[in-house]
């Protein structure tokens, strides 16, 4: 492969994707193609069965080498994320030594050390984030070459059940490609829609799936806290279910005409569904009702979440920043601004992107794949590909890295429903 063009997948709570691109000189990306499947053999971004997710992945990437033209793709990245994952602080101290001064290795010590205080047979780690160091009482970012006595690093660590890791592993092993890169899906996201001030000075990033819901607050140019909820849209669409309709109709309701406050329907309309029971008649749906339920339900899904914002101690001075698929939800922005107080903001990334690119690929449930792909690029340049082939060469295993239209509108959604056959 080319040493500008990446592979990303992206191992969904829905569906399983893979993105190709090309980073150019500048530093814009070039997307090649794309294509994604229904996400059967992975939940919650937990891989069940290791051999159906490994099939429908490697089928993936024959269609991508076919419609990206690629030819024999052999490396790929990926992003991990599931619902398991916890991250923790802790802290290392260490005397500097009779050099007094601060070498790579003790900073590589201390990593170590760090990371196996998270402690126990079913535990795995997934990444360990430098907060800070201090040397002798004064904090700094970069220890190395500091003089001083005594050192003390704070780190963030992310883990998560061993046996998620292991069936992970298991899914990329069996589709014979070599990983080249693998980081965790919030850096992923972050990398496609903050910029370096939000993460510096302080923001929240929130990405709302399909089955999760995942709190990440960045400040001081790195991860400070993680909270994951196994919860998420297709909840909601369970619940607008409920009315007796099918999960097809519920979904398309509740994107054309549900909202996240009940406070935003002015106007109620009643909309015309098909009932799940051909045999019986349609389902009337009122809009305000139906605004009542979403904005219960989210009410449970990101209290949590909003509990978190308001008991971190940090400056957030950037606010939230909405990513996922359920971001698209209308009125998610001012529900989630009425909850916390904070300004609210889309994730896009189609900054990264070179001029013309064809607006399908500008989506939010794309980020993901752009910001590893971006994080892979990043990650070649530093271990550039054909040291990686040398080293498959001599058969060593490469260990992954860490209104006037009242009326109108009314009629439209009274009868949006009503072709049967495009809808079930």
């Given at each position: 492969?080319?040493?500008?063009?990446?592979?990303?997948i992206?191992?969904g709570?829905t569906?399983?994707?893979v993105m190709?691109?090309?980073?150019l000189?500048n530093?814009?990306l070039?997307?090649?193609?794309?294509?994604t499947?229904?996400?059967?053999?992975i939940?919650y971004?937990?891989v069940?069965?290791?051999?159906?997710?490994?099939?429908?992945l490697n089928?993936l990437?024959?269609?991508l080498?076919?419609?990206?033209?690629?030819?024999d793709?052999?490396?790929i990245s990926?992003s991990?994320?599931?619902?398991?994952m916890?991250?923790i602080?802790?802290?290392v101290?260490?005397?500097?030594?009779a050099s007094?001064?601060?070498?790579e290795?003790l900073i590589a010590d201390?990593?170590?050390?760090?990371?196996?205080k998270?402690?126990g047979?079913?535990?795995?780690?997934?990444?360990?984030?430098?907060?800070w160091y201090d040397?002798d009482?004064?904090?700094?970012d970069e220890?190395v070459?500091?003089?001083?006595?005594?050192?003390?690093?704070?780190?963030?660590?992310?883990y998560?059940n061993k046996?998620?890791?292991?069936?992970?592993?298991g899914?990329l092993?069996?589709?014979?490609?070599?990983?080249e890169?693998?980081?965790?899906a919030?850096?992923?996201l972050a990398?496609?829609?903050?910029?370096e001030h939000e993460?510096?000075?302080?923001?929240?990033?929130l990405?709302?799936g399909?089955?999760?819901s995942t709190?990440?607050?960045f400040e001081?140019?790195?991860l400070?806290?993680?909270?994951?909820?196994?919860?998420?849209s297709?909840t909601i669409?369970?619940?607008?279910?409920e009315f007796?309709i099918?999960?097809?109709?519920?979904?398309r309701?509740?994107c054309?005409v549900?909202?996240?406050?009940e406070?935003?329907?002015i106007?109620?309309?009643m909309?015309a569904v098909?009932s799940i029971?051909p045999?019986?008649?349609?389902?009337?749906?009122s809009s305000?009702?139906?605004a009542m339920?979403?904005?219960?339900?989210?009410?449970?899904?990101?209290n949590p979440i909003?509990d978190?914002?308001?008991a971190?101690?940090g400056n957030?001075s950037?606010?939230?920043?909405l990513?996922?698929?359920?971001?698209?939800l209308?009125?998610?922005?001012?529900?989630?601004?009425?909850r916390?107080g904070?300004?609210?903001r889309?994730?896009n990334?189609?900054?990264?992107?070179?001029?013309?690119?064809?607006?399908?690929y500008?989506?939010?449930?794309f980020a993901?794949l752009?910001?590893?792909i971006?994080?892979n690029?990043?990650?070649?340049?530093h271990?550039?590909?054909i040291?990686t082939?040398?080293?498959?060469?001599?058969?060593?295993?490469?260990?992954?890295?860490?209104?006037?239209?009242?009326?109108k509108?009314?009629?439209l959604?009274?009868?949006?429903?009503?072709?049967?056959?495009?809808l079930?």
């Amino acid at each position: 492969m080319i040493q500008n063009k990446f592979v990303a997948i992206d191992l969904g709570s829905t569906h399983i994707s893979v993105m190709a691109g090309e980073v150019l000189e500048n530093g814009f990306l070039r997307i090649l193609g794309l294509e994604t499947k229904p996400a059967d053999d992975i939940k919650y971004g937990i891989v069940e069965q290791s051999s159906g997710a490994a099939f429908k992945l490697n089928e993936l990437i024959r269609m991508l080498e076919n419609s990206a033209r690629l030819k024999d793709i052999d490396y790929i990245s990926v992003s991990v994320g599931a619902k398991s994952m916890k991250n923790i602080q802790v802290s290392v101290s260490h005397f500097i030594g009779a050099s007094k001064i601060v070498s790579e290795k003790l900073i590589a010590d201390m990593n170590i050390e760090a990371e196996n205080k998270i402690k126990g047979e079913n535990v795995a780690i997934y990444d360990v984030f430098p907060l800070w160091y201090d040397i002798d009482g004064q904090k700094l970012d970069e220890p190395v070459g500091k003089q001083g006595t005594q050192i003390i690093g704070k780190y963030n660590i992310v883990y998560g059940n061993k046996l998620i890791a292991e069936k992970l592993e298991g899914c990329l092993e069996r589709t014979g490609k070599t990983v080249e890169h693998r980081c965790l899906a919030v850096e992923a996201l972050a990398t496609a829609v903050l910029d370096e001030h939000e993460k510096e000075e302080g923001c929240v990033l929130l990405n709302l799936g399909g089955l999760t819901s995942t709190l990440s607050i960045f400040e001081n140019g790195t991860l400070q806290q993680m909270v994951v909820i196994p919860l998420g849209s297709q909840t909601i669409t369970k619940d607008i279910q409920e009315f007796g309709i099918s999960e097809k109709n519920a979904e398309r309701l509740k994107c054309a005409v549900g909202k996240a406050l009940e406070t935003q329907v002015i106007d109620e309309i009643m909309i015309a569904v098909p009932s799940i029971n051909p045999d019986e008649p349609q389902i009337k749906v009122s809009s305000k009702i139906l605004a009542m339920a979403i904005e219960a339900r989210l009410d449970e899904i990101l209290n949590p979440i909003f509990d978190a914002i308001e008991a971190y101690t940090g400056n957030l001075s950037h606010g939230i920043v909405l990513t996922g698929g359920g971001s698209q939800l209308n009125g998610i922005k001012e529900y989630i601004t009425e909850r916390t107080g904070f300004k609210v903001r889309y994730g896009n990334y189609s900054e990264w992107l070179v001029d013309k690119t064809d607006p399908k690929y500008d989506k939010p449930v794309f980020a993901q794949l752009v910001g590893t792909i971006l994080l892979n690029h990043e990650y070649r340049q530093h271990h550039p590909l054909i040291e990686t082939e040398k080293l498959i060469q001599k058969k060593k295993i490469v260990k992954l890295p860490g209104t006037g239209l009242k009326t109108k509108t009314t009629e439209l959604f009274k009868t949006f429903f009503e072709d049967d056959n495009k809808l079930q």
